[in-house]
């Protein structure tokens, strides 16, 4: 698969293609995070580059990018900010999830996730606690993810449709350290849908186990969860917490569905 085929396969989605560009390039200019000329963002997206100056200018325009007209490179600008204001003040879970993501860093030394799940698609960061160990998991707020890898991934799986082999084709393109095979992942599918939380030991990142327990706004089991919370160490240090850490995870995540229902 290709580094432009996302892009490409949103545009032939989208009814709106001019704005699954500009989004595109909005995430683009985020995760880089120092400012790109018009060449490097047409390129990094497969973007024709008047079409990508096009995009770029109308964002300018709107003020959620910057242009420095001394060195021709583009930058997200201070509007974005209103937009993420926006979301942050609506969205209960971050304020709810906060807490446990920091209990359980501070007992366990784990790196904390609170992640919102979108259907099949994608995760993306919106909580975290970081451990004061010196792992630490190289992501912040607002990374974006697979939805099927991982643990997290698993979870989505477990909850979100009783049909794996239609998932097969989404699995078989995921990226992993060390990949499961087919069956395995699908045994681990079965265990989290019976034991509420998920296990990923070493497959997603070589050396790294993530665990992860979802979590639904309108109730437990109501639906495709809409969130999860998720804890990452270093294998070989956590196999002797990993049930009190499951523990931990599902007692929170339960807690904080039944806060989002209510």
Known sequence: MSQTDPLEDAVRA??????????AVLRLLGKRGSPMGVQAVARELGLVPSTCLY???ALVAEEFVAFDPDTKRYALDAGVLTLARGWLKRDQF???????????SREFGLTTLGVQVFGLDHIIVTAMAEASEAFQLSTQVGSRFPALVSATGRCIAAF????LEGLRPR??????DLAPSWEEWCAQVAEARQTGVAV????????????????WKGGRGNGVPTHA????????????EMERVKQALVGAARSLSDHLAG
């Open 94 to 104: 971050n304020d709810l999830a906060q807490g446990p993501l920091d209990r359980i």
């Open 200 to 215: 990923d030991e070493g497959h997603y990142i070589a050396g790294v186990t993530v665990i992860a327990a979802p979590v």
């Open 229 to 240: 919370l998720v804890a990452i160490g270093i294998g070989a240090t956590l196999r002797g």
């Open 55 to 57: 995009v770029l200018r």
């Open 171 to 176: 699995f078989e393109a995921l990226r992993w």
């Open 14 to 23: 989208s009814k709106a293609p001019a704005i699954a560009r500009a989004a």
């Open 160 to 163: 979100g449709t009783r049909d």
